[in-house]
């Protein structure tokens, strides 16, 4: 960049630039990383867009790391993610998360990793699937990454496979190439692990997955006309190698393994040196034999392993480092070398422990989070019950009736209201007591929410009135709903709550049709006009307008039946059979209908 030129605010341009920074981030060699950042840096910093903003702290972050600068990369991370807020929640989002979850793991601030690496996660689980970007595929990747070295293996080969996946459907060659180059490297790794705990049977499934995705990237590059980095060859190559080791194929893979690894000890860097050792030191391992039949290999896999330790060290690559120190200590002690053996397994021992040490820390203060968003969820809920229960009864109170009669679309389908009302409630109170009074709320709630159709909505409103809502319902269903509730409240047996009478109730009902729709105000007040009109005719009894709409009323009470409103109310010309379900041969024709 030249001193003075103007700043780059192209999107298109940014967006390469932010590529070429993440293609420089993942290789061996940080110095090619800080040169292009050093170039472009001012680019990024002048772009006003929070998006811009957060990936130049990312990318400063890195080169603090690069020189071991490890306060003044989470610095940065910190204020990346403070510009990351004001992002949109998509996949963009998520890789720069998943980014900064690997700069965290790499500077040994696991427990920061782990959350970046969630919320990442969760970010990549809202993209739909039909959405395939760079973006979500690069999210995977560095998802990947950033688990494998939080020791997730399992769930680093689930990102590598999802990523792979969005790279298919991108049809992007190098996109597709890598993340194959990453699932094989992920399945080889988890089979080593496997191997180590005794379970041959799936080391060998997962070295041959390891195997296939190699095999496919080798074809995909053959194919096409593009060519990999030669540092991403031979990492393959070294990743074949090792998958071939672990499937059982050590002869034939040994010279293969030893050329690629002459030409990364003169070539590549140190990170991929200390891979290529580690990976050729467990093929001689294994070609050595067990400790009581060492061959001449034992020596040179030892000599290798101290390389490869050498390594990760230098680049801080802890996890591979603690392979490596616990490897040398078997080998060592294989070899005879006690005293060399004991010096490695007690450095693997100090090393272990205090990883032990943070991941206990990291667990007991998730464990404490979880217990406490718990808590708060248990408290919400409790607050959200109390504020739309009615302690008494356990219906929806007032203000939650008045929040549902708020959404409802008087428009769109008919809905009937009913406010119920129990006669004489007073007399209860002052001839027995409040207790009483308590109970008769109780048992009718109960009455409602036993009689009323499937899909009505109970509330208590306030007293001893309650508020019915009809969905989808026409005058005559709500007439007759409320009838078989009337009706049930007669018929219930209220000596059980020591009361010296019956309880009745009076019910008022307004309607609504999309040809001429009513606010929910205007249909309650309708309703309670008719609930009242209902007790004034002597209550026990459902009110309602005419059918013909006139605006004169009809009444129902309690020696009219559920045929004689059908009658009524529907026209139907013969008698029914008792009960509240149509009987198979008694379906309303044509000429039962005036």
């Known amino acids: 960049m030249t001193t003075g030129s103007p700043p780059l605010v192209d999107e298109a341009a940014l967006s390469g630039l932010r590529w070429d920074l993440l293609t420089a981030s993942d290789q061996d060699d940080a110095h090619s990383f800080t040169d292009l950042l050093t170039a472009v840096e001012d680019h990024l910093s002048a772009a006003a867009d929070p998006r811009w903003q957060a990936w130049s702290h990312a990318f400063t972050a890195r080169r603090a790391l690069a020189e071991h600068d490890t306060e003044g990369a989470g610095h940065q991370v910190v204020a990346a993610r403070a510009a990351a807020e004001d992002c949109p929640a998509d996949a963009e989002r998520a890789l720069l998360l998943a980014y900064l979850s690997y700069l965290e793991v790499t500077g040994n601030r696991f427990e920061v990793a782990l959350h970046l690496a969630v919320d990442a996660s969760l970010l990549t689980d809202q993209v739909p699937a039909d959405t395939p970007s760079r973006a979500l595929h690069q999210a995977h990747h560095w998802l990947s990454l950033a688990l494998t070295r939080l020791d997730l293996e399992e769930l680093a080969v689930a990102q590598a496979l999802r990523g792979h996946r969005v790279a298919a459907a991108l049809e992007d060659v190098p996109a597709r190439w890598q993340l194959l180059r990453l699932c094989a490297q ?6 080593q692990t496997v191997h180590r705990r005794g379970d041959e049977d799936r080391a060998a499934r997962l070295a041959a997955v390891a195997l296939r995705c190699s095999f496919s990237a080798t074809e995909l590059g053959a194919e096409s006309d593009w060519e990999p980095p030669d540092a991403e060859a031979d990492l393959l190559a070294v990743v074949h190698g090792w998958a071939l080791t672990l499937a059982g194929d050590l002869e034939d893979t040994l010279p293969a393994l030893r050329r690629v690894r002459d030409r990364i000890a003169a070539e590549g860097g140190p990170w991929l040196r200390g891979y290529a ?36 060290a230098g680049v801080g690559d802890q996890r591979r480092y603690r392979q490596c120190l616990l490897e040398l200590g078997r080998s060592t002690a294989a070899l005879g070398r006690a005293s060399e053996a ?49 302690p ?12 549902r009669l708020a959404e409802l679309d008087t428009a769109d389908a008919p809905v009937a209201l009913a406010v119920v009302d129990i006669d004489r409630f007073k007399e209860v109170n002052d001839r027995h007591s409040h207790l009483h009074g308590d109970a008769v709320l109780r048992r009718l709630a109960d009455l409602l929410r036993v009689h009323c159709r499937t899909g009505d909505e109970v509330y208590r409103w ?27 409240v007669v018929a219930c047996d209220w000596r059980e709550l020591e ?16 040809s001429a729709p009513r606010t929910w105000r205007e249909l309650f007040d309708d309703a309670d006009l008719h609930l009242f009109t209902a007790k004034r005719s002597g209550r026990d009894r459902v009110r309602t307008s005419t059918p013909d709409g006139e605006g004169a009323a009809a009444t129902t009470g309690p020696h009219t039946s559920v045929d004689d409103l059908v009658v009524e109310l529907l026209g139907a010309r013969r008698p029914r059979t008792p009960g509240w379900a149509f009987a198979p041969d008694d379906e309303l024709d044509g000429d039962a209908v005036p």
Do not use: C, K
């Open 186 to 191: 992920q399945h080889a790794e988890l089979a």
């Open 342 to 390: 004991l010096h490695w397994l007690e450095a693997y021992r100090a090393d272990t422990v205090r990883m032990h040490h943070r991941s206990r820390e990291l667990w007991a203060e998730m464990f404490v989070r979880r217990s406490r968003l718990r808590e708060a969820e248990r408290q919400t809920a409790l607050m959200r019950r109390h504020a739309l229960e009615d």
């Open 462 to 488: 306030a007293g001893d009135e309650f508020l019915v809502v009809l969905p989808a319902a026409q005058e005559a269903q709500a007439v007759i709903a409320m009838e078989r509730l009337r009706a049930a």
């Open 392 to 403: 008494l009864t356990g219906l929806g109170n007032r203000r939650s009736a008045e929040r």
């Open 499 to 514: 009361l010296d009478g019956d309880v009745t109730v009076s019910i008022g009902i307004a309607t609504s049709h999309p």
């Open 277 to 312: 050792d580690l990976a050729l030191s467990r093929l001689l391992s294994r070609i050595a034999g067990p400790p009581d039949a060492m061959g001449p290999h034992a020596e040179e896999a030892a000599e290798l392993l101290h390389a490869a330790a050498t390594a990760f």
